[in-house]
């Protein structure tokens, strides 16, 4: 797994929202990460010591311990990443303004390794200019900030501030830990399966769960580039906090990355596209008959080969499933479709299982 090994330095403040980072800390713990806590001296009012060193493995700090009158540089250099979570408005602006006052703060000072900050803050307080200001101070020397959610409140108020899922922690802590290949470029990635309907309920399509694309994505993700999804039948659950437009047909995630093809610098064209579609459609549900219902299939459009004409300095990577000959069938598809790679993988047997 990607934290197995990796030493998280988790910074808690005094926040109503410092409970969720009980649940971070399991899920990071089940994924062989060694985690340690330091907190302000009022994240104590939402959280516990006992609490931590259980979840952990090991002691929590808030003070300066006298045996320990260097804990702020031990804590720095065990370190291989640094997220506070919560992370107050008064600690933020400490933060981007010098001040050492308290353990976390001067631990944060004393390190190196790459740094996170998930904001918590009631909406007006979290928009005031001020704190902004601070955080793009932060922004500009290199400090990662999570994005916060909008929705329900502590205070019972409708809007931004809310601390980041704790899946979107999460990924941002691994992506603090990769190396950033793909900085600054946007992927274009096509996931799940295309629906071509004979009438309202009935359809052909191919079998795909999306898993891959997904992963792929979180790869773009993790190596810092930003993954747009052009999304159709999936079996698994899109991340909220990425961009995805759904569709169903193969003409609608044309039309989908048409749309978004001058934005970027690469396409993963990992969709299961429907070849055929139906000649002849029904506005209502055909009624089942004795004899034979006969239609006629006729090609989609080929996205590929679309994009291909297209093509400027994008790279372009297209995958097959082939039943034989994986390797002269996929490259088969490349000079004609005018893009650089193509990756094929074997589909065998009548079982459901499909990437």
């Given at each position: 797994?990607?934290?197995?090994?990796?030493?998280?330095?988790?910074?808690?403040?005094?926040?109503?929202?410092?409970?969720?980072?009980?649940?971070?800390?399991?899920?990071?713990?089940?994924?062989?990460?060694?985690?340690?806590?330091?907190?302000?001296?009022?994240?104590?009012?939402?959280v516990?010591?006992?609490?931590?060193?259980?979840?952990?493995?090991?002691?929590?700090?808030?003070?300066?311990?006298?045996?320990?009158?260097?804990?702020?540089?031990?804590?720095?250099?065990?370190?291989?990443?640094?997220?506070?979570?919560?992370?107050?408005?008064?600690?933020?602006?400490?933060?981007?303004?010098?001040?050492?006052?308290?353990?976390?703060?001067?631990?944060?000072?004393?390190?190196?390794?790459?740094k996170?900050?998930a904001?918590a803050?009631?909406?007006?307080?979290?928009?005031?200019?001020?704190?902004?200001?601070?955080?793009?101070?932060?922004?500009?020397?290199?400090?990662?900030?999570?994005?916060?959610?909008?929705?329900?409140?502590?205070?019972?108020?409708?809007?931004?501030?809310?601390?980041?899922?704790?899946?979107?922690?999460?990924?941002?802590?691994?992506?603090?830990?990769t190396?950033?290949?793909?900085?600054?470029?946007?992927?274009?990635i096509?996931?799940?399966?295309?629906?071509?309907?004979?009438?309202?309920?009935?359809?052909?399509?191919?079998?795909?769960?999306?898993?891959?694309?997904?992963?792929?994505?979180?790869?773009?993700?993790?190596?810092?580039?930003?993954?747009?999804?052009?999304?159709?039948?999936?079996?698994?659950?899109?991340?909220?906090?990425?961009?995805?437009?759904?569709?169903?047909?193969?003409?609608?995630?044309?039309?989908?990355?048409?749309?978004?093809?001058?934005?970027?610098?690469?396409?993963?064209?990992?969709?299961?596209?429907?070849?055929?579609?139906?000649?002849?459609?029904?506005?209502?549900?055909?009624?089942?008959?004795?004899?034979?219902?006969?239609?006629?299939?006729?090609?989609t459009?080929?996205?590929?080969?679309?994009?291909?004409?297209?093509?400027?300095?994008?790279?372009?990577?297209?995958?097959?499933?082939?039943?034989?000959?994986?390797?002269?069938?996929?490259?088969?598809?490349?000079p004609?479709?005018?893009?650089?790679?193509?990756?094929?993988?074997?589909?065998?047997?009548?079982?459901?299982?499909?990437?």
């Amino acid at each position: 797994m990607f934290l197995s090994g990796k030493n998280i330095l988790i910074g808690i403040t005094g926040g109503i929202a410092a409970y969720k980072v009980y649940e971070l800390i399991r899920k990071l713990t089940k994924e062989g990460a060694n985690v340690r806590v330091v907190l302000t001296p009022s994240a104590l009012e939402f959280v516990t010591p006992t609490v931590l060193s259980t979840l952990t493995g090991n002691t929590p700090y808030w003070e300066w311990d006298y045996k320990k009158p260097l804990i702020h540089i031990e804590l720095a250099k065990w370190a291989d990443v640094f997220l506070v979570a919560p992370a107050t408005i008064n600690t933020i602006s400490k933060l981007a303004n010098g001040i050492a006052d308290n353990l976390l703060t001067a631990t944060w000072f004393a390190c190196d390794k790459p740094k996170l900050l998930a904001p918590a803050a009631n909406t007006v307080m979290f928009t005031d200019p001020i704190v902004q200001e601070n955080l793009k101070k932060l922004q500009k020397v290199g400090v990662e900030i999570i994005p916060t959610e909008s929705g329900l409140l502590a205070c019972g108020d409708l809007g931004e501030g809310k601390l980041a899922d704790i899946d979107l922690i999460r990924d941002y802590l691994v992506k603090s830990l990769t190396p950033q290949r793909w900085r600054g470029k946007k992927v274009l990635i096509t996931l799940g399966a295309t629906k071509e309907y004979l009438d309202p309920v009935r359809f052909i399509s191919n079998g795909s769960s999306g898993k891959m694309g997904l992963a792929l994505a979180k790869a773009i993700f993790y190596q810092g580039g930003e993954p747009l999804l052009v999304v159709g039948d999936v079996r698994v659950e899109i991340p909220k906090w990425f961009k995805a437009l759904r569709v169903e047909t193969t003409e609608e995630m044309l039309s989908a990355c048409l749309e978004l093809f001058p934005q970027v610098d690469a396409v993963f064209m990992n969709a299961a596209v429907t070849d055929y579609r139906f000649e002849k459609t029904f506005d209502r549900k055909l009624k089942k008959k004795e004899e034979e219902l006969l239609v006629r299939l006729v090609p989609t459009p080929d996205i590929l080969a679309e994009l291909g004409k297209r093509k400027g300095d994008q790279i372009l990577v297209g995958f097959a499933v082939e039943t034989d000959r994986l390797v002269e069938n996929a490259t088969k598809k490349t000079p004609k479709e005018e893009f650089g790679r193509h990756s094929g993988k074997p589909r065998k047997g009548n079982g459901k299982r499909y990437l």
